[in-house]
């Protein structure tokens, strides 16, 4: 291949591993296979340290934890935006 090849072959790895968070097709795969069991936990708000957890042992499958926040983000939008304070209710 000659280099301006090279370099486009470069440029749209990075751009796919940009585009699919840092996870290979068998992870994304599979968590998209788990997703009902996966909504199921963020509904009852479960850290994702736990729902790490669960991955590991039902499915056998380690995924890191920043990779599965971020497919936590995209797919579910959880954990929920939020300043990490409890809110205050009756305080003006």
Avoid: C, H, W
């Avoid at 940009?18 to 479960?46: Q, Y």
């Avoid at 936590?72 to 809110?87: C, E, I, M, T």
């Amino acid at each position: 291949m000659d280099k301006q090849l090279k370099d486009l072959v470069k440029k749209a790895s990075s751009f796919a591993r940009e585009k699919n968070g840092g996870l290979s097709n068998r992870i994304r795969t599979k968590l998209d296979e788990i997703k009902p069991a996966l909504a199921v936990l963020t509904t009852e708000r479960l850290a994702p340290l736990d729902i790490q957890e669960f991955i590991q042992r039902e499915t056998g499958m380690k995924i890191g934890i920043q990779s599965l926040r971020r497919y936590l983000k995209d797919s579910f939008n959880y954990p929920p935006a939020g300043n990490g304070k409890p809110p205050t209710v009756g305080q003006d």
